[in-house]
């Protein structure tokens, strides 16, 4: 069944979905979304960090004030296994109150879920987008369920599962993954986050309640050998890997694990068509760039959209436009994350004092600190 000419069609309401539609709204424009996954599914434990870039996007869309279980971050401490240098980032170096903020996905999907149905925004759950056709006027949407919508613009933000995906312009298997959970450590966090470089890949502490949430990168076979470790076991491997630092590991919660990969797809898709967020690009998560990014994505879209007439929407001028002003974030960010992830993760001599002489450098050349702090906020500038 075909339906009407809709304004804007948005496919996937996961978080960089459901940001693109609300902050339309703030720009006048109705979208239209559609969801596979039914209205009371259960998302997953996954924890994101935010930076405080997208706190001030939540903000302005009215969202950030609804998010319960927020861990805010006001140090970072970075270093190295096994050799010299230290560096310590703190939210007053870059003047913010918080150089980022730790909470569940759940959190955050629930909150903007009921954000969307506080605005009236259509929201469609249970409707898994199979097909979409570009057109020189409009795109089609073939939902699973037959029916048949279009669109001058639809906006994909499917976080790349679309079977219609199409092939990264730009792909890097890091042969790793991540291993993540909770954990509790002897010593309070203080809302401090510890980012960890070892040769067999990075790994974090993120401040989460009054726990710790865990990123332990390995590669594929060690990940899932740590991972199945019984918990005492996977307690002493933890602290031999990360040091003392926070005193002893005292409890992990299950072990979870997903590969890590850098996949670069950009944001043309075709005609009537933008690719935003996850669907765009996947970043490993070692800097805590890619989320930031997709929503950075949302916003950015949204904002062209309020600034382009209603005729041009979506169109080949249109998405052009917005592809250039997104490079250079995306591309800084890609760039940058894929950088520490290969210059970090190996034990080559050389590389492991030029490693400590950038994190000593980064230690007390306060405009160097700034310049890092600032990217991991607000991303890369044009
Ligand atoms: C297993 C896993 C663990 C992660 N852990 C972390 C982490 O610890 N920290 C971190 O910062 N980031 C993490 N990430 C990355 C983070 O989840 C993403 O950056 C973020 O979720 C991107 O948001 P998104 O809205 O683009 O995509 P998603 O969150 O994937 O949302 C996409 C939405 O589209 C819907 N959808 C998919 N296909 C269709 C379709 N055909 N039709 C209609 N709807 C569709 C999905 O149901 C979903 O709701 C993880 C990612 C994965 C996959």
């Known amino acids: 069944m075909d339906e009407g000419l809709n304004n804007i069609l948005i496919v996937g309401a996961g978080p960089v979905g459901a940001v693109c539609a609300l902050a339309l709204q703030q720009q006048g424009i109705a979208a239209r979304v559609l969801e596979a996954r039914p209205a009371d599914a259960r998302v997953d434990t996954r924890i994101l960090a935010l930076s405080h870039g997208s706190q001030l996007i939540l903000d302005r869309l009215g969202v950030w004030d609804r998010l319960a279980d927020v861990t805010p971050i006001t140090r970072i401490h970075i270093s190295q296994r096994g050799a010299l240098g230290v560096a310590r980032l703190a939210a007053e170096d870059v003047d913010v109150p918080a150089l980022g903020y730790v909470l569940p996905y759940a959190v955050l999907t629930a909150a903007l879920k009921q954000a969307l149905a506080d605005s009236r925004i259509a929201v469609e759950y249970g409707v898994a987008v199979d097909r979409i056709v570009p057109g020189a006027e409009a795109a089609a949407l073939h939902a699973a369920d037959g029916r048949t919508l279009a669109a001058p613009l639809v906006v994909v933000a499917d976080g790349g599962r679309g079977d219609a995906a199409p092939a990264p312009k730009f792909e890097r298997n890091y042969e790793q993954m991540a291993v993540v959970c909770e954990v509790q450590t002897e010593l309070p966090h203080a809302n401090q986050a510890f980012e960890r470089f070892t040769p067999e890949g990075p790994a974090a502490l993120l401040p989460k309640?009054?726990?710790?949430?865990?990123?332990?990168?390995?590669?594929?076979?060690?990940?899932?050998?740590?991972?199945?470790?019984?918990?005492?076991?996977?307690?002493?491997?933890?602290?031999?890997?990360?040091g003392g630092r926070q005193g002893l590991f005292l409890h992990a919660s299950p072990r979870k694990t997903f590969p890590l990969r850098l996949a670069y797809t950009g944001s043309e898709a075709a005609d009537r068509v933008v690719r935003i967020g996850n669907a765009a690009q996947t970043l490993h998560p070692v800097a805590g760039q890619g989320f930031n990014i997709g929503l950075r994505d949302a916003w950015e879209l949204a904002s062209l959209c309020g600034d382009t007439p209603p005729e041009a929407l979506g169109s080949a001028a249109m998405l052009a436009a917005y592809a250039r002003g997104r490079r250079v974030d995306v591309i800084g960010g890609l760039g940058f994350t894929d950088f520490l992830v290969r210059v970090f993760s190996n034990d080559i001599a050389p590389l492991r004092h030029a490693r400590g002489l950038g994190l000593l450098a980064l230690e007390v050349f306060p405009p160097l600190k700034s310049f890092v702090a600032r990217r991991m906020i607000f991303g890369a500038r044009g």
């Open 209 to 242: 309640g009054d726990r710790y949430a865990l990123v332990w990168t390995a590669d594929n076979a060690d990940a899932q050998r740590i991972a199945a470790l019984p918990d005492e076991a996977f307690l002493a491997a933890l602290y031999r890997h990360f």
